[in-house]
């Protein structure tokens, strides 16, 4: 979905490891020159990677909080099983807690979490699952209260259908061969470098089990808003001005029920960390200085 400008970490951005209950999980990870005033732990969406946030990072950390964005299971460079029953949304919200407990930040650091996409889907499942208290606030990116639109539900059952009968690479080609690499967002050309042999690399190493699981999820996906709002933490909805994934009348709506404060990226689409990493970052640090207040 989102189009990274590359996959090599700018200065102050270290892939790491990181080493949780539930496995090991890819990260980039950017930390403060100076006082830390938190900690955000972002999720990427389907077909994406920890890399969709790389020019984010650095904006984050000079504004004060360690960013970490991270790979889930079967995802880009995090390792997963071929249980399908491994990729069910509880078992990745789960994930998500094992990965805030090993964060290993100072005791009492305020730990905000992100989603875009279906990381948003995935990081609201945590949120219900987290004792109180676990996450300071909990922001959907481009993230919508249940199942996507219907052109995207067909996009994705057409991917699911195609992968659970041929091979990644086989699947990479037919993507190609109906898709032109800036179109083909569901499909998995999220760029890096712009190049296609570096956006081939991402998408073979996916695990096709993931992508089907998740795939499917993205269609059925039921709306939870009003368990989340529910939910004592505060909230934010950010988008870009267009979004043919959930539609931005919608977003606004979702926001509306949920009492979340409410961000509209100007001159970005589906990926607002990626079509306007500035501004983007902007309305993230301002929103998590008011929690602190």
């Given at each position: 979905?989102?189009?990274p400008p590359t996959f090599t970490p700018p200065p102050g951005v270290v892939a790491r490891p990181l080493v949780t209950s539930r496995g090991t999980f890819a990260t980039l990870d950017a930390a403060p020159a100076g006082q830390l005033k938190g900690t955000a732990l972002l999720l990427p969406g389907f077909t994406g990677s920890k890399e969709d946030f790389i020019v984010l990072l650095p904006l984050l950390a000079a504004a004060g909080y360690r960013a970490v964005a991270v790979d889930g299971r079967g995802q880009y460079e995090s390792e997963g099983p071929d249980d399908p029953a491994a990729y069910a949304m509880e078992e990745l919200g789960r994930d998500v807690l094992a990965q805030a407990a090993a964060l290993g930040d100072p005791p009492g650091t305020p730990l905000h979490l992100l989603?875009?996409?279906?990381?948003g889907l995935v990081s609201r499942t945590a949120v219900l699952l987290a004792p109180a208290g676990t996450f300071a606030s909990l922001t959907l990116m481009s993230s919508g209260p249940g199942r996507v639109a219907p052109a995207q539900r067909t996009r994705a059952t057409l991917l699911t259908d195609a992968l659970a009968a041929h091979s990644m690479a086989a699947v990479w080609e037919m993507m190609r061969a109906v898709q032109p690499p800036e179109d083909a967002d569901m499909a998995g050309a999220d760029g890096a470098d712009g190049t296609d042999g570096a956006l081939r690399a991402r998408w073979l190493r996916n695990n096709p089990v993931q992508l089907i699981v998740t795939g499917r999820q993205l269609c059925v996906e039921p709306d939870r808003v009003d368990e989340l709002a529910a939910v004592d933490i505060p909230r934010h909805v950010v988008s870009g001005e267009r979004d043919d994934t959930w539609p931005v009348p919608l977003l606004d709506d979702m926001a509306r029920r949920l009492g979340a404060h409410r961000t509209v990226?100007?001159?970005?689409?589906?990926?607002?960390?990626t079509d306007r990493p500035e501004a983007t970052a902007t309305a993230l640090v301002a929103?998590?200085?008011r929690t602190r207040r």
């Open positions: 979905m989102s189009r989603g875009h996409s279906l990381g990226v100007t001159g970005a689409e589906h990926s607002p960390n929103f998590w200085d």
